[in-house]
């Protein structure tokens, strides 16, 4: 994906050429949305959020200052639009403990299969507290880039490292149970 | 679980495809954004505030016109005059103040919390 023609494209729009924008949709359409996924662990819900998103990056295209990447204006814009939509929607998985709570309950298996563990790992990213979730999520999603993860939630990379070591180690202490009983 | 079993997991994941119809979905609601004609300003709104401003002009120089004349202005004449009137204009818009701040409370309650007052 070129810088060039996210700001030949951004200039076309802001000029008044709306349809130049179907080409930034067309560009960062997957990420936008694989992020919003990764979010809400919903297929549909994810592409309304990633719509809104660009919807909200058209309206304010112009107040992108070009000493920072587009894609990393639209991270950002995104990543604040999908955290502030998530607290309003109803969560899809229940709080850690809880989650553990109920699955207790359950007649636990022997074994279970890769593809379900790792759904119960990433399940497990969504419960954990927000400020957690995001750095675990963003990091992953930005192939574990912590400078691209730091501005897309627009905080110091140091506070990301801390947050992810903290989010880890939350993680690594309930996981186990909730693997035993998924 | 090791760490580096959890990254793998997490950095691991294929990522999904947006469907097919996304970019034109997106681009209906941008067009449909950018055709959209300007709102309109809301003078059904805002004619009541609009007449009370007006009305307001004639009865500040009703109110001066009663004040005793003097060399200048008598402001400590006005200011008792106005203050006793003014009190009860005060005393309304805190009423107001405080029923909307009840009523945001109770809606932003109301939407985070949908199972507190819920009849079990």
């Known amino acids: 994906m070129s810088a060039e023609e996210d700001a030949a494209d951004v200039a076309r729009v802001l000029a008044g050429d709306v349809s130049a924008f179907e080409a930034i949709v067309g560009r960062w359409q997957s990420p936008l949305v694989n992020l919003a996924y990764r979010y809400c662990r919903d297929r549909a819900r994810a592409e309304d959020l990633a719509q809104e998103a660009f919807r909200r990056a058209y309206r304010s295209l112009a107040s992108w200052r070009r000493e920072a990447a587009f894609s990393t204006w639209l991270f950002a814009l995104a990543t604040n639009l999908y955290r502030s939509e998530i607290k309003r929607l109803p969560p899809l998985s229940a709080p850690l403990d809880e989650g553990v709570a109920a699955l207790d309950r359950r007649a636990a298996e022997p074994l279970i299969d890769e593809e379900r563990r790792d759904r119960v790992i990433r399940n497990a990213v969504l419960a954990l507290p927000a400020k957690y979730r995001d750095a675990l999520t963003l990091f992953y999603f930005h192939g574990m880039d912590i400078a691209r993860s730091a501005a897309s939630l627009g905080v110091p990379e140091g506070t990301i490292k801390a947050r992810l070591s903290r989010g880890r180690d939350i993680l690594r202490s309930k996981l186990p149970s909730l693997l035993r009983n998924a | ?120």
Request: charged share 15%; aromatic share 12%; glycine share 4%.
């Open chain 2, 1 to 120: 679980m090791k760490p580096e079993e959890i990254d793998r997991v997490l950095a691991g994941e294929s990522d999904i495809v947006p469907s097919s119809g996304f970019v034109t979905s997106v681009m209906d609601a941008v067009i449909a954004e950018a055709t959209a004609p300007p709102l309109a300003f809301p003078w059904k709104r805002a004619w009541p505030l609009v007449a009370g401003f007006a009305a307001l002009i004639p009865w500040l120089a009703f109110l001066l016109s009663r004040s005793p004349v003097t060399d200048g202005p008598d402001l400590y004449a006005w200011f008792q005059m106005i203050v006793p009137m003014a009190t009860g204009w005060v005393a309304a818009a805190l009423a107001m103040t405080v029923a909307i701040t009840v009523w945001s409370l109770v809606r932003t309650f109301a939407r985070y919390f949908p199972s507190v007052g819920a009849q079990p």
